[in-house]
Structures are given as structure tokens and as C-alpha cells.
């Protein structure tokens, strides 16, 4: 039996766009005659390939939407985001409609991708260049220790007073970066002694290996937890303030429920609350 389908399109708006159809493709669909219409070879064709068309529009209206709902969350290193992935993990499971990418970023760029607009968030270490352009939420500080060669005549020290340290030579972060780099070699903290560079990296391993080849370096307290070299010991520095911790934003951007659900269950995990 020949189902029949309403369309609620008037017959001669049915007829003007398959015209236009037939015009677009450059074939004749149907065959015309006064006892009515039949479809022609090249009509038989399109209407066999139609469902697969339709089930494949289905499927990108659907992957649309997932993409839509998605939220892109920037990072520097693990000792800033700590328990997110347990959120993370609360929320998926909560909103599985919900994507969530953590995306780690060197420190060429210290706002963790939001600089360049590639996330929608972002865990970051304060100061950093453009902050005063972003919604900042401070979270939590943590103490700022040393890396030094293993070899070093202070490796063995219980703590090391930062005015022990002013004439070694430091790795640094790029010139670009700012603040974040007169941080990390605290330039504001050495009573007006200069800084001597030794090396300039972006990248941990770099970071790392410039300290195991002679320099020393600042550095959160996490790093003996998340990052280790044969080569390289951390000790606690007397003398320099706290890394400051924060979840920034862009500003002016439309709030969405999930996203700042997701975003104040991370605040209230990293900052104890």
C-alpha cells in the first residue's frame, strides 16, 4: 500500500521548487503527462539517496549542538588546578550533554589561552599581561620555593634566604610575558640588586634541565610533587611573597547556567571552600 505524506505546501509551491530543483540539478526528476507525474531514472536516484541525506543532517545538527555545548578550560601547570578533574569528572556525570577540554598551555602565554580568545576559561598564576582586561576571581596563594642543581652549595639547606640567591643566574620566561616573567624572578623583591638570566624557556622540561646545567629557578611549592629531575631539588625561599592562584574569564561574555555551575564548583574546590 502507497503511503501518502502530508507536506502543507500548497500544490503550486510544491510544483515552483521542484522546478527550481530540477533547474539546480540540471536533470528532469519526473516525467509530465496528462494521467500525472512519474519519477524518471535520475528521479529514482535522488529519492533513493534521500534518507541517507536526511540521516546524515540528523547526525550534523546533533554533532552541531554537542560542539555548541562544550567549554574550553585553560591551564599552566598541575599544581594550579589540583582536584578539577574531580569536578570535572561530577560534572560530566551531572550534565552529560556537557563537553569539558582541559588545554595546557606553556608559559609564552601565562593567560593560559584566553589571550588569544582559544579558551573559555582559565586556571591562571597572578600577574600575568591583560589581567586588568578579564574577570579575575582569586582563589588561593601557595608558598614559592627554589629549584637548584642537585650539586649546588645550598641544596642541602632546610630553607634558603632569597638574598642568597641574588647573584645566580635564573631562568626566565620571555620578555613578552611581563609581569608574569618580573614575578617568577622577583624583580620586585630584590632591593634594587639586578637580575642575572641564565636561561629563557617556556616549557617545564626546558625549565628543568636549564636548573640541572647550572641555574636556579622559582617555583611553586606544587612543583616537588609534579615535576622531578635526578638533577634538580627543591628547597622553601625565606624572603619572596606567595604564587597567587585564579580562575579568569573574558569579560562581557553571556553566561550560561551549566558553564558557571562547572566554574564555581572548580572556585569552591581550589580555594577550600
Not at 630553607?159 to 635564573?170: A, H, I, N, Y
Not at 636561561?199 to 615535576?227: M, Q
Amino acid at each position: 500500500m502507497r503511503r501518502r505524506l502530508k507536506l502543507f505546501v500548497s500544490q503550486p509551491a510544491l510544483t515552483k521548487q521542484i522546478r527550481r530543483l530540477e533547474n539546480d540539478l540540471g536533470v528532469s526528476l519526473f516525467a509530465r503527462s496528462r494521467s500525472g507525474m512519474a519519477l524518471t531514472e535520475a528521479g529514482r536516484e535522488l529519492t533513493a539517496r534521500v534518507p541517507a541525506l536526511l540521516d546524515g543532517w540528523d547526525e550534523a545538527v546533533q554533532a552541531t549542538g554537542r560542539a555548541a555545548r562544550l567549554l574550553r578550560l585553560g591551564f599552566l601547570d598541575a599544581g594550579a588546578v589540583g582536584a578539577v578533574h574531580e569536578v570535572i569528572a561530577e560534572f560530566r556525570h551531572a550534565r552529560p550533554e556537557w563537553r569539558v577540554e582541559l588545554r595546557q598551555f606553556d608559559w609564552s602565554d601565562p593567560s593560559a589561552g584566553l589571550a588569544r580568545g582559544d579558551v573559555d576559561a582559565a586556571v591562571v598564576r597572578l600577574p600575568f599581561p591583560g589581567q586588568e582586561g578579564l574577570n579575575v576571581r582569586e582563589l588561593f596563594v601557595e608558598e614559592r620555593g627554589v629549584l637548584l642543581p642537585a650539586r649546588h652549595p645550598l641544596a642541602n639547606s632546610g630553607t634558603v634566604e632569597f638574598r642568597e640567591l641574588w647573584d645566580e643566574p635564573f631562568v626566565a620566561a620571555g620578555a613578552e610575558t611581563g609581569a608574569w616573567r618580573e614575578h617568577w624572578l622577583a624583580a620586585e623583591e630584590r632591593e634594587g640588586h639586578p637580575v642575572r638570566v641564565g636561561a629563557v624557556t617556556s616549557r617545564p622540561d626546558e625549565w628543568l634541565g636549564a636548573v640541572a646545567a647550572g641555574c636556579v629557578a622559582l617555583a611553586p611549592a606544587s612543583t616537588a610533587r609534579f615535576h622531578s629531575h635526578p638533577d634538580v631539588v627543591f628547597r622553601p625561599v625565606r624572603g619572596v611573597s606567595p604564587s597567587r592562584v585564579g580562575l579568569a574569564r573574558p569579560k562581557g561574555r553571556t553566561r550560561e547556567a551549566a558553564p558557571d555551575e562547572l566554574l564555581e564548583a572548580i572556585a569552591g574546590r581550589l580555594s577550600g571552600s
